[in-house]
């Protein structure tokens, strides 16, 4: 059985007047970075491809 690691960094930032969080994630040599804008899931990408792109912006 491998060893399993994960690391987890979050920053939060105002960004315009609205609360940017970005979450980077790393388990298992896989990287997730997940960006919130006003606690609403924005942006997600693995291993550098874009997986959900922003719906009915502002």
């Known amino acids: 059985m491998g060893s399993r690691f994960k690391s987890v960094m979050s920053s939060t930032e105002?960004?315009?007047g609205r609360k940017v969080t970005t979450k980077r994630i790393v388990e298992n040599g896989q990287e997730r970075?997940?960006?919130e804008e006003?606690?609403?899931l924005t942006s997600v990408t693995i291993d550098g491809k874009e997986q959900l792109q922003r719906v009915g912006g502002k």
Do not use: K
Request: glycine residues 12%; hydrophobic residues 45%; without cysteine.
């Open 14 to 16: 105002m960004v315009n």
């Open 33 to 35: 970075v997940e960006v």
């Open 38 to 40: 006003d606690g609403q």
